[in-house]
């Protein structure tokens, strides 16, 4: 079917839209499947699944041929739609009438019904005077008011602030090693690599940034072994900005781009 | 001192602080007067601006008082604070208020209501404060539970949970339900597809 | 619109904005009001705020108008002050966090973490009992070992650290990560010193 038509059929009333890329916003599958409903002015309760099933599919090829990606609810629930179609064909035997099979659409309707009340809900919510949209309050202005510093401290915080600010240390540490900050038992060529990774782009690392406090002494000195190792290979460069000063690891094919920086790093230092 | 002055106590109060403040709050804050004399005096408070009809109102919100500026100047306001409030998407909104109504609730239950994923609404949610974590449900998996806020609370002008409008019944809508036989809606996540 | 009205805007503006408004600034607003309707309204609201010796005053300012608290009210008022929550740091949250998951931990491991020297807010945690110092680990130099505190759950209503949601809990609320193929940087160079 072109791609004017299906559009006519489902969302352009009028012809003159035709060419327009009108294509409406569903929250997801209920929604899609709710605008149908409307729009066809079909009876919740017995909803003919064929044809339904068929506009909705259109509507799917529609988001293809629009290059849109379809989330995969949307597959789901066209896979759900084409079942219940199939078993609405099926014959009732016997002993099923006897147990009143369920309607094979009931499960559908009963979501469709949900949902609805919820978005009905949601409207209801949004026409309601919202903070800051048509009530307003007062600033509190802590400082004005008070001399003294606060004495009690109740502090006020939720559970998500603390995850969110834990996801955060997890966007920056990867999850591997977050599991084993102080890894044991690794391998010369293991840390080669990593300090080699800290060294990527032409960065600059402190010496002491490779040791820390409540490392097991085993890490140390793979750690050292690694930097010889580097030094050895010349895939390293070490230098110090000044006698006494921090020792800077940089990786020697961006040596002359390093020399810059370190260079400015001394004026910065002193 | 008299009731007058606890009256207006209250209101410098209720005036400067830009939270709601709860009877308990102000009774702690208050402690040289009667739990009892706050709260008639809060009573009084509330029937007076009531019928004054004035440009403050003193609304109830979540479980406290708080003066808020009158609905119906708005637009009056905005001139002067250049804010436009917040903007809500669809899925936020339909989040919220399945959340609203259904909570506790695990996200595999929303998305469930919902027919779509809703990870990132939730996280948009949960950071704009008008959602907390409740705890985790004892179930395989244990899935966290969430609920709405006091924020959330304050931000629609709710006095609880209670003073959320019913949800329409479905036969107001609709002709009876030729499924109310059979058991409730399934909201084993399991069922999700 | 009648003047009743027009007070009643006036008294919105006043009460919302936190700085003195002038007779000028108002007819600038409410540009569809005559100027002299806006001075009378403001003369009617001065005397009204007079004689009803109310918790909030309208003082002349500045060549503006403001609403204020009652002065005689002052001690009370910074009775709101004092009990008002304390907001965490960022830096505190982050620190709860990694010692609530990982604990028992080390400092040196928070900071390696953290990528930034944590001593200060380890020591205002262990002072809010936060935190608590469970032991010395036997590596060179002894290092303190913390862990969190019964208060660390009474602070986030969790009945024992599993309920804490899991760390993967946490990433599948996070939205995808652009950057998830890379390679695992352990540590951030640019924190170095």
Redesign the interface.
């Known amino acids: 079917m072109p791609l004017e038509t299906m559009q006519s059929n489902l969302f352009a009333d009028s012809l003159e839209n035709a060419y327009r890329v009108q294509i409406e916003e569903f929250?997801?599958?209920?929604?899609l499947l709710l605008h149908l409903i409307k729009k066809n002015e079909l009876d919740?309760?017995n909803i003919p699944i064929a044809s339904i099933t068929k506009q909705y599919l259109e509507y799917l090829d529609l988001m293809k041929e629009l290059n849109l990606d379809i989330?995969?609810?949307f597959l789901?629930?066209a896979a759900?739609l084409l079942q219940i179609k199939s078993r609405m064909l099926l014959p009732v035997t016997p002993e099923e009438e006897d147990a009143e099979p369920?309607?094979p659409r009931?499960e559908l309707?009963?979501?469709l019904?949900?949902?609805q009340?919820?978005?009905?809900?949601?409207?209801?919510?949004?026409s309601?005077?919202?903070?800051?949209?048509?009530?307003?309050?007062?600033?509190?202005?802590?400082d004005e008011?008070?001399?003294?510093a606060?004495?009690?401290?109740?502090?006020?915080?939720?559970?998500?602030?603390?995850?969110?600010?834990?996801?955060?240390?997890?966007?920056?540490?990867?999850?591997?090693?977050?599991h084993s900050?102080?890894t044991d038992g690794i391998s010369i060529a293991d840390r080669i690599s990593?300090v080699l990774?800290?060294?990527h782009g032409g960065?600059?690392?402190?010496f002491?940034?490779l040791f820390?406090?409540?490392?097991?002494?085993d890490l140390l000195v793979v750690t050292f072994l690694s930097i010889l190792e580097l030094c050895k290979l010349k895939l390293i460069k070490i230098t110090q900005a000044e006698s006494l000063g921090?020792i800077w690891l940089t990786s020697s094919a961006q040596s002359e781009y390093l020399e810059e920086e370190l260079e400015q790093e001394e004026i910065l230092v002193g | 001192m008299s009731a007058r002055t606890l009256k207006t106590i209250i209101e410098s109060l209720l005036f400067v602080y830009d939270q709601p403040l709860t009877l308990d709050r102000l009774a702690l804050l208050l402690e040289e007067f009667e739990r009892s004399a706050i709260r008639s005096a809060l009573e009084e408070l509330v029937q007076e601006y009531e019928e004054a009809q004035r440009g403050i109102v003193l609304a109830q919100v979540a479980g406290g008082y708080q003066l808020r500026s009158r609905p119906e100047h708005a637009d009056y306001i905005r001139r002067l604070t250049k804010s436009r409030g917040v903007k809500f998407s669809q899925s936020a909104l339909e989040t919220l208020a399945i959340i609203a109504y259904r909570q506790p609730i695990t996200r595999a239950e929303i998305e469930y209501l919902r027919g779509v994923d809703s990870g990132g609404v939730l996280k948009s949610l949960l950071e704009k404060k008008l959602l907390r974590i409740l705890g985790k449900k004892d179930v395989p998996g244990k899935p966290l539970i969430y609920g709405t806020s006091r924020e959330f609370l304050e931000l629609f002008g709710l006095k609880d949970l209670n003073a959320l409008p019913t949800l329409k019944e479905i036969q107001e809508l609709a002709p009876p339900d030729p499924f109310a036989d059979q058991p409730a809606l399934p909201l084993d996540p399991v069922e999700a597809p």
């Open positions: 929250e997801g599958p209920l929604d919740i309760y989330a995969g609810e789901v629930m759900t369920e309607d009931a309707v009963r979501r019904l949900e949902y009340r919820y978005r009905d809900a949601s409207y209801q919510l949004t309601r005077n919202l903070l800051g949209r048509e009530v307003f309050a007062r600033k509190f202005d802590s008011i008070s001399e003294n606060p004495k009690e401290e109740p502090i006020d915080v939720e559970l998500f602030e603390l995850i969110d600010a834990f996801r955060r240390v997890l966007g920056r540490v990867s999850v591997e090693t977050f900050v102080i990593q990774t800290l060294l960065k600059t690392i402190s002491d940034s820390h406090d409540g490392m097991t002494r921090s």
